[in-house]
């Protein structure tokens, strides 16, 4: 267990390439990396984990005895972790760091694996954590570079963009391999738009891989400020591709803004947009939602469709009007044949503004606020959005949310009332996950 003395950090040791070489080499790994220690933390070293290579075929790999003899200096604890894959050593490590909240970390390690361990820890964590990486160089009697061997190593001749790739290939191999949670992966679907001609759905929070409770285990967003990274969030994306049936490299997600501008692809991108519009067959248009509405739009006569991420503040200015315009304005739809879905989202139940603030949404319709005289009344954005949307020119019946007669094919379910299905901010708070809504034209 890492103790308090650890003051919120640990030390990685990076002796993956250790196990290959003779132990004159690996002595002189251990003598630079104990100096290293020495200097930077004298006898208080924090919580420290080696991490070693461990061939598949070998069970009884043992550090040298140079190594062992240092132990009695760690007295807040270390921990040995063996694979023949880094990323699933420090995947492993994450996790456990992750548990603790710990976020400051001090990697030891040869000179000749910096490209590669770069690679891993961009990939494998956020912006939450701060490394600080200590190199150091080892040469053989002839005062040569010794170069990486083995199963996983990089040859000295081989070309750094090579050895990117290979650290890239080993995360890729290793997030394949794991296990999806919370059951089999779940996408909503509604019978308001036609299969036939669209591809779509929304997600929930099943099948992923994302294993921090708040973010577990389809999230499908990553973000500087939460500790999923974006190799975890692409390995879900490629799971959900591969169940819904779409290419994750023609998926585009919104750049969300809070606001009302849309993107119609084919033009030029906007820097943030809430909606996205297009009639090109075989992308993927997505927006996000944990507690904000994701949108779907799709006109079945002039073959074009829409994704928009609807907050409170983003309803009050229009963002699903301004979808659903950008699509007659550019593609020649008519209003009367638009179809639009709102997906899961907080409900009236749970979402609570200032007075002040809900306040606009009594002005659209006194019965899209309860307890409007409490200092935080229960605002409903979905009936606001409804209101909104038919003002627009949208027929009634053309809009599915919670107010299905059919409540068996209920799509629009409250995120913050069913933890076990939806992320949630009102729920989990700031490091919480996020599920989407996406279409693409067949």
């Avoid at 290959?20 to 003598?31: H, V």
């Avoid at 075929?57 to 040298?64: D, V």
């Avoid at 548990?99 to 494998?124: C, E, H």
């Avoid at 297009?278 to 994704?307: E, H, L, S, Y």
Wanted: charged residues 20%; contains cysteine.
């Amino acid at each position: 267990m890492i103790e308090e003395a650890s003051k919120g950090e640990v030390v990685l040791i990076d002796l993956f390439d250790s196990g290959c070489l003779i132990d004159l080499n690996t002595e002189k790994t251990i003598n630079h990396v104990w100096s290293i220690i020495d200097k930077r933390y004298s006898t208080n070293v924090p919580f420290t984990y080696f991490m070693c290579y461990q061939d598949p075929a070998c069970k009884n790999n043992i550090l040298p005895d140079t190594t062992a003899k240092c132990f009695n200096i760690l007295k807040n604890g270390y921990k040995i972790v063996r694979d023949a894959n880094m990323a699933a050593i420090l995947y492993t490590i994450k996790q456990e760091i992750d548990v603790l909240n710990l976020n400051t970390i001090l990697v030891i390690l040869p000179q000749q694996r910096k490209i590669q361990m770069d690679i891993y820890l961009y990939n494998l964590f956020t912006a939450v954590y701060t490394f600080t990486l200590e190199c150091f160089t080892i040469h053989n009697e002839n005062n040569t570079i010794i170069p990486l061997c083995g199963t996983q190593r990089v040859d000295n001749e081989l070309a750094e963009e090579d050895s990117a790739e290979l650290a890239r290939k080993d995360i890729q191999t290793y997030l394949e391999s794991l296990s999806g949670l919370k059951g089999k992966l779940v996408i909503l679907k509604s019978r308001l738009i036609p299969e036939d001609i669209f591809l779509h759905g929304f997600t929930t929070r099943c099948g992923g891989i994302s294993y921090i409770p708040t973010l577990s285990a389809l999230n499908l967003f990553s973000s500087s400020r939460r500790r999923d990274p974006k190799a975890v969030v692409a390995e879900n994306l490629r799971r959900l591709g591969k169940v819904a049936g779409f290419d994750p490299q023609t998926y585009v997600l919104v750049k969300v803004d809070h606001a009302e501008i849309v993107w119609i692809m084919g033009k030029s991108e906007p820097a943030r947009y809430d909606g996205i519009v297009t009639n090109q067959k075989g992308v993927t248009i997505a927006a996000p939602g944990a507690d904000c509405i994701p949108i779907i739009f799709c006109d079945p006569i002039k073959k074009a469709c829409g994704a928009a991420h609807s907050g409170w503040k983003g309803t009050l200015l229009g963002a699903a009007m301004a979808t659903v315009n950008a699509m007659t304005s550019e593609y020649g739809s008519d209003v009367k044949d638009i179809l639009v879905v709102l997906g899961p989202s907080v409900g009236p139940c749970c979402f609570t503004l200032t007075q002040e603030e809900a306040r606009a949404f009594h002005d659209i319709d006194p019965l899209c606020v309860r307890k409007f005289e409490s200092p935080n009344p229960y605002v409903d954005i979905r009936r606001a959005t409804r209101i909104l949307l038919e003002r627009g020119g949208i027929v009634p019946q053309n809009i599915q949310d919670d107010t299905i007669v059919d409540q068996s094919q209920n799509i629009t379910l409250c995120t913050s009332c069913h933890p076990d299905n939806f992320f949630s901010n009102v729920r989990d708070g700031s490091n919480f996950g996020t599920q989407i809504c996406f279409i693409s034209i067949r």
